[in-house]
């Protein structure tokens, strides 16, 4: 649905989803924005992988 923040509108449109949808996901997930996302895609079972970005990632321990 998401390879490195780009949409892939096509792909939603196959699974029957919308954008809305995925934004609603991800905003879920601490992300605003589908281009804070590495890899996003659903399983056989319709669940959400999503894979941030390391630079969208919180950072702990002080960060770099």
Known sequence: LIVDGRLDRRNLANV???EQWLLDQLKQRGLS???Q???ASLDT???LF???KESAQ???NGGR
């Open 16 to 18: 029957n989803l919308d």
């Open 58 to 60: 919180p950072r702990g």
């Open 50 to 52: 999503c894979q941030p």
């Open 33 to 35: 924005s589908p281009r």
């Open 45 to 47: 079972k319709g669940n």
């Open 37 to 39: 996302v590495l890899y």
